[in-house]
């Protein structure tokens, strides 16, 4: 049975990809803020496979051993889906709370690689490493400078972690702009129906899961199978 950690998974992206997951018989290790919520995901995939839910921040490292120690003696895929939108609305750089900012990097850029240097010593041979990035970490959207910035961090971090492990397999997505609670936040008071659900990113990063994909950056609809 293998075994996928995936961070952020009470909701949108995380939720659609672990329910896939547990349909396909993976055992799962997942996470979140909110404990309830956690809590009737784990319900919901327990019915379905093997699951251990553990609430806490990605940010608090003894939250991070309990993720990893609870994966066990293997992990073959490691999603770092978890982030922070940070102020809603969002601020112009040049007002940004840098305090504030910190806390987005915090969580965006250096959570994610915290996990990943826990999870090495467990992480199978040629296992899949997937950080969910964005679009605005390659485009300079006015409004989007401090969730931007660090999605291009987290990019770079992802590019060098490739470099130095190709053992493994390690990308970042970008699923899309989804209708999700971080994206309603970033647009407070808009109607984002219009945007797709969460579960249309799915099978691309199912594509790359299953597949030989190189290490890399992804759009998830641009490797989807047709």
Same mark, same amino acid.
């Given at each position: ?58 940010a608090d490292p003894s939250h991070r051993r ?34 504030? !900012? $910190? &806390? +987005?990097? =915090? /969580? ?6 915290? #996990?990943?240097?826990? *999870? ?27 969730y931007g910035s660090s999605k291009a961090a !987290? $990019? &770079? +971090?992802? =590019? /060098? ?6 053992? #493994?397999?390690?990308? *970042? ?54």
């Open positions: 049975m293998d075994t996928a950690l995936i961070t952020g998974a009470s909701r949108g992206l995380g939720l659609a990809l672990a329910r896939e997951l547990a349909r396909r018989s993976w055992r799962l290790v997942i996470d979140a803020r909110g404990a309830d919520a956690l809590e009737a995901t784990r319900t919901e995939l327990a019915a379905v496979t093997e699951v251990v839910a553990i609430p806490g921040d990605v309990a993720l990893v120690a609870a994966a066990g003696s293997r992990i073959d895929l490691l999603v770092n889906n978890a982030s922070v939108l940070g102020p809603s609305p969002q601020p112009r750089l040049a007002d940004y709370p840098l305090d504030v !900012l $910190e &806390q +987005v990097y =915090r /969580v965006n850029v250096l959570a994610p690689l915290a #996990l990943v240097q826990a *999870a090495l010593p467990v992480l199978a041979p040629g296992a899949c490493v997937v950080n969910v990035t964005s679009d605005a970490a390659v485009e300079a959207y006015e409004g989007w400078g401090g !987290l $990019e &770079q +971090v992802t =590019r /060098v972690l490739a470099a130095e492990h190709p053992e #493994l397999r390690i990308v *970042a997505v970008d699923p899309g702009d989804m209708n999700t609670q971080l994206h309603q936040e970033a647009f407070p008071g808009e109607d984002i129906s219009d945007r797709q659900p969460p579960e249309a990113s799915v099978p691309g990063l199912l594509a790359i899961v299953y597949g030989d994909t190189p290490s890399g950056r992804y759009q998830a609809g641009a490797v989807a199978p047709a």
